[in-house]
C-alpha cells in the first residue's frame, strides 16, 4: 500500500482564492481525519469522518473552510477565500478500527499552504 | 474533553545522553496511548502506543514509554540518543468514548548535538 496520499505537496495562493487540498486514504481504513499544523497552534483536529460520514467538524475553524468524503477513497478540504493566517501543514490521517491497535493513525505528507 | 500536556517545549542534549519527555492526560476512562516522532519537514511516524496489558511499552528505535495509569501519565524514554533523534515528539490520547478522535500534545522539539 502506497499509504495515506496527499495532494499538493505545497501550495502557493493570494489571499482571497480558493484552496483545495485532496486526501486519499489508506484502502479499508474506515476513518478519515484532517488536522492543521502551525508553530502558534501545533496539531489540531479539524474534522473527522468515519465511513464517509463527518463525525466532528469541532475543530474546523469557520465558514470558510469545508470538507467532504464523497467516498471511501477521496477526501477534499477547501478553504474559499483563503487568508494568510490560514498559512499551515495540513495533514490527512487515516484509520481502521479493527487495525488500531496493530498500526495506529497512519498520516500522509501533508500539504504545506501558503496564502499571500 | 480530553486533553494531553507534554511540558517540555525543547530539549537540547549532547549524543549518548539519555532523554526522557513527559507527557500527561486527562481523561478518567480507558485510553490508548500513542507517541509519534515528526524529523524534519517529514510527516508523523508512529514510534509506539499503549492499548493494554504491559504498561512498559517499546517502540522503534530504542525508545520505551511507561504507561502509569494513577499519574495519567504516558513518558518517553530512550537510553542513549543519537544525532539522528533529532526531532518532534508528540504524544497522543485516543479515547474510546470521544470518538476515536487522536488528540496531540503540544509538541517537544529535541535537539541532539553530536
Known amino acids: 500500500d502506497a499509504g495515506v496520499i496527499q495532494s499538493p505537496r505545497h501550495e502557493v495562493t493570494e489571499m482571497g482564492q480558493e484552496v483545495t487540498l485532496r486526501c486519499k486514504p489508506i484502502?479499508?481504513?474506515?476513518?478519515l481525519f484532517w488536522y492543521r499544523q502551525t508553530m502558534m497552534r501545533g496539531l489540531e483536529l479539524l474534522i473527522y469522518?468515519?465511513?464517509?460520514?463527518?463525525?466532528?467538524d469541532s475543530g474546523m475553524p469557520e465558514d470558510r473552510f469545508s470538507a467532504k468524503m464523497p467516498n471511501a477513497s477521496f477526501s477534499t478540504l477547501k478553504i474559499q477565500p483563503s487568508e494568510p493566517r490560514d498559512s499551515a501543514v495540513y495533514f490527512c490521517?487515516?484509520?481502521?478500527?479493527?487495525?488500531?491497535?496493530?498500526?495506529?493513525?497512519?498520516f500522509g505528507s501533508g500539504t504545506r499552504l501558503t496564502v499571500v | 474533553a480530553q486533553s494531553v500536556s507534554q511540558h517540555n517545549h525543547h530539549v537540547i542534549l549532547s549524543e549518548a545522553a539519555s532523554l526522557e519527555l513527559g507527557c500527561n492526560y486527562s481523561y478518567g476512562g480507558t485510553v490508548n496511548l500513542f507517541w509519534y516522532v515528526q524529523y524534519p519537514g517529514q510527516h508523523l511516524q508512529l514510534l509506539l502506543k499503549y492499548f493494554s496489558g504491559d504498561p512498559l511499552v517499546k517502540g522503534i528505535k530504542g525508545f520505551e514509554a511507561e504507561f502509569i495509569k494513577s499519574k495519567f501519565s504516558f513518558n518517553l524514554r530512550k537510553p542513549s540518543v543519537q544525532w539522528s533523534d533529532t526531532a518532534e515528539y508528540f504524544c497522543?490520547?485516543?479515547?474510546?468514548?470521544?470518538?476515536?478522535?487522536?488528540?496531540f500534545g503540544g509538541g517537544t522539539r529535541v535537539l541532539v548535538k553530536p
Open positions: 469522518f468515519n465511513n464517509n460520514v463527518p463525525i466532528d
Open positions: 497522543a490520547v485516543n479515547a474510546g468514548a470521544a470518538g476515536n478522535k487522536l488528540t
Open positions: 484502502s479499508g481504513h474506515d476513518y
Open positions: 490521517a487515516s484509520m481502521s478500527l479493527v487495525g488500531l491497535a496493530n498500526y495506529g493513525y497512519t
